[in-house]
């Protein structure tokens, strides 16, 4: 069984973040691991909803997870620090062959800021080089560019392109919606590919971007070519969003196991 190691912040509600990539890796037959950089817990009694890790227990996981296990491919997530960033940078060059899937997640889907402005250079210049591939929704892909992107499938090229040339191995921008369909634009410095959907009418999508890179991951860690395991993603999350769960209030999750119940 193939070993993937998440490394992301754990989401005290469950939809996102290390809850979600462990219960994808689940679905998907590989063997999960954690690395906790930060618990976001946001709720009504506080206003201090973000509590972040420090970075010697964030090192003390990651060596606890290679040596006593081993990697095959890496997850990386929310950071929120650019000290963080550093440190994940630091053990992600102990382990140069593993594959790493870089989601550059930025800010929650109930607005929660989960990555710090100073964070964002450090994020370039030191993590995502590192990168088999990144995975920027639009919104993030805009920050990390300084530009507005439009959803005309011209600029989404373009703006692929010129998130390669921050030196990842290769990019998908989740574009979001084009003419109804659900568009992710790769490339990967020769091809340029595009992965559509049908666009699914709801709110309830909170983690469906940490299931998307955490099965992309589990591919990858698997043997599954580039392509491959994005198209693999791609109907794993649609599935997931077809089928979504919504509790309490705010943005519901995405059903991880939604795509088994359907084969069974």
């Known amino acids: ?3 993937v190691v998440t490394i992301a912040g754990s989401a005290a509600q469950g939809s996102a973040g290390i809850q979600a990539d462990l219960k994808t890796f689940q679905e998907r037959d590989v063997y999960g691991m954690s690395v906790i950089t930060a618990t976001v817990a946001n709720n009504s009694r506080t206003d201090e909803g973000i509590f972040i890790r420090e970075t ?5 996981q990651f060596h606890a997870v290679n040596e006593m296990v081993g990697i095959d491919a890496v997850k990386i997530g ?3 620090s650019k000290e963080i960033i550093l440190k994940v940078s630091e053990l992600l060059k102990t382990v140069p062959e593993v594959p790493k899937i870089i989601d550059p997640v930025m800010i929650g889907k109930m607005g929660s800021q989960l990555l710090a402005d100073d964070a964002i250079e450090v994020l370039k210049k030191y993590l995502i080089p590192q990168a088999t591939l990144i995975t920027p929704n639009r919104l993030e892909a805009e920050k990390l560019l300084g530009r507005k992107i439009f959803s005309e499938l011209d600029d989404l090229e373009r703006a692929t392109k010129e998130l390669y040339a921050l030196n990842p191995g290769s990019v998908l921008l989740k574009a979001g919606e084009v003419d109804g369909q659900a568009i992710d634009v790769f490339y990967d410095g020769e091809a340029l590919k595009i992965f559509e959907m049908p666009l699914i009418d709801t709110i309830h999508t909170s983690g469906a971007g940490c299931t998307f890179a ?3 991951t589990a591919e990858v860690a698997k043997g599954v070519e580039m ?6 993603s791609k109907q794993f999350v649609h599935a997931a969003i077809k089928h ?3 509790f309490g209030k705010g943005v519901g999750s995405v059903r991880h196991g939604a795509l088994r119940q359907m084969i069974d």
């Open 56 to 60: 010697k227990e964030i090192e003390a």
């Open 1 to 3: 069984m193939k070993r």
């Open 227 to 232: 392509a491959g395991a994005i198209q693999i």
């Open 244 to 246: 979504s769960l919504a």
């Open 78 to 80: 929310m950071l929120f």
């Open 214 to 216: 955490a099965c992309l």
